[in-house]
């Protein structure tokens, strides 16, 4: 499908328009064209999910907005995030950056590419996965930086600067270094991507890159929830609704997850949860509605709507 023929299926009526607002906050899209956007040689290895097949899904899951968040696959690579913001409707897609959190040339990379795509860059991604006795990286893969380290606070401070938020992709054991960031950058949006991880077992390296852990391999006490839920002392604090299925010991449609889900809301409320992570097939997305509505039954009409797109809508600036 070529990105004419996208943008003509986007502008007609939604096939499946929901009963809410829908603004999805975190999606990976990766070119077919591996010559013009070539995947790092360090980074995982990049799926196929490209602009134009999204914008299709998009319209038939009924998505208002959209936000790219680039993958490990591209690393610091920000081409095809880029290619994406040009070339997606006005105002549907937004993105998150991923360069080197204790980077010494970061803070002026960030502030390049934010006065590129004035308005559309949302967040700057970190991770922090390892293993709670695993040392810090200090090279290679963008991940498991010290979050503590010196040179990562011209990063925290120069995203207060842009109005972009901090979007930490950790365990919750590291949620304390996480409020001591927040505390010290009070200025410093921090999005907490995938639920902070509750009951996640930590990521493990593979011959195919970073994968979270599954059952087998253990999973960490879900008291340290705790310090993910103490995060929401934070007024700059925002947690994301997704990966719900990570932090599951039960089938589909995961409802072990719904204590977690309760503690979450009354800790955050609506106006600092945001839906996200639905794929980008209908099956997929189908699937995040149910275990959404599995879980977060418990919820009013009008938090639910705030929840599922129009937080993100005020938050993202969509």
Same mark, same amino acid.
């Given at each position: !499908?070529?990105?004419?023929?996208?943008?003509?299926?986007?502008?007609?009526?939604?096939?499946?328009?929901?009963?809410?607002?829908?603004?999805?906050?975190?999606?990976?899209?990766?070119?077919?064209?591996?010559? &013009?956007?070539?995947?790092?040689?360090?980074? !995982?290895?990049?799926?196929?999910?490209?602009?134009?097949?999204?914008?299709?899904?998009?319209?038939?899951?009924?998505?208002?907005?959209?936000?790219?968040?680039?993958?490990?696959?591209?690393?610091?690579?920000?081409?095809?995030?880029?290619?994406?913001?040009?070339?997606?409707? #006005?105002?549907?897609?937004?993105?998150? =950056?991923?360069?080197?959190?204790?980077?010494?040339?970061t803070p002026r990379r960030m502030e390049a590419?934010?006065?590129?795509?004035?308005?559309?860059?949302?967040?700057?991604?970190?991770?922090?996965?390892?293993? &709670?006795?695993?040392?810090?990286?200090?090279? /290679? !893969?963008?991940?498991?930086?010290?979050?503590?380290?010196?040179?990562?606070?011209?990063?925290?401070?120069?995203?207060?600067?842009?109005? =972009?938020? =901090?979007?930490?992709?950790?365990?919750?054991?590291?949620?304390?270094? $996480?409020?001591? !960031?927040?505390?010290?950058?009070?200025?410093?949006?921090? $999005?907490l991507d995938h639920f902070g991880h509750a /009951?996640? /077992?930590?990521?493990?390296?593979?011959?195919? /890159?970073?994968?979270?852990?599954?059952?087998?391999?253990?999973?960490?006490?879900?008291?340290?929830?705790?310090?993910?839920?103490?995060?929401?002392?934070?007024?700059?604090?925002?947690?994301?609704?997704?990966?719900?299925?990570?932090?599951? #010991?039960?089938?589909?449609?995961?409802?072990? $997850?719904?204590?977690?889900?309760? #503690?979450?809301?009354?800790?955050?409320?609506?106006? &600092?949860?945001?839906?996200?992570?639905?794929?980008?097939?209908?099956?997929?997305?189908?699937?995040?509605?149910? =275990?959404?509505?599995?879980?977060?039954?418990?919820?009013?009409?009008?938090?639910?709507?705030? $929840? &599922?797109?129009?937080?993100?809508?005020?938050?993202?600036?969509?």
């Open positions: !499908m070529t990105r004419r023929e996208a943008l003509a299926c986007l502008a007609g009526t939604a096939l499946a328009a929901p009963a809410d607002l829908v603004v999805e906050t975190h999606v990976h899209l990766f070119s077919k064209d591996r010559k &013009r956007f070539p995947p790092h040689p360090s980074g !995982m290895k990049a799926g196929v999910a490209p602009l134009e097949d999204y914008l299709v899904f998009a319209r038939e899951a009924g998505i208002a907005h959209s936000t790219h968040v680039s993958a490990e696959p591209y690393q610091d690579d920000m081409r095809y995030l880029e290619y994406t913001l040009e070339n997606a409707p #006005r105002g549907f897609l937004k993105g998150t =950056i991923l360069f080197d959190s204790i980077g010494e040339d590419i934010v006065k590129r795509h004035s308005g559309r860059i949302v967040a700057m991604r970190v991770h922090c996965t390892r293993g &709670r006795n695993e040392p810090p990286t200090t090279g /290679g !893969m963008l991940r498991d930086r010290d979050l503590l380290h010196p040179k990562a606070q011209p990063v925290w401070k120069k995203a207060a600067d842009l109005d =972009i938020a =901090i979007q930490a992709h950790i365990q919750p054991y590291f949620a304390p270094q $996480i409020e001591k !960031m927040g505390r010290q950058f009070p200025g410093t949006r921090i $999005i /009951g996640v /077992g930590g990521a493990v390296k593979t011959a195919n /890159g970073w994968v979270h852990a599954k059952a087998e391999l253990g999973y960490h006490d879900p008291k340290e929830f705790d310090q993910v839920l103490r995060l929401a002392k934070l007024p700059q604090v925002i947690l994301k609704v997704s990966g719900l299925q990570y932090s599951s #010991r039960q089938p589909f449609p995961h409802t072990d $997850i719904r204590p977690y889900a309760r #503690r979450a809301f009354d800790a955050f409320g609506p106006d &600092r949860m945001v839906w996200g992570s639905f794929g980008s097939t209908l099956a997929s997305f189908r699937e995040k509605v149910q =275990i959404f509505d599995a879980n977060f039954d418990f919820l009013s009409a009008a938090d639910r709507a705030k $929840i &599922r797109g129009l937080t993100a809508k005020r938050l993202y600036g969509f």
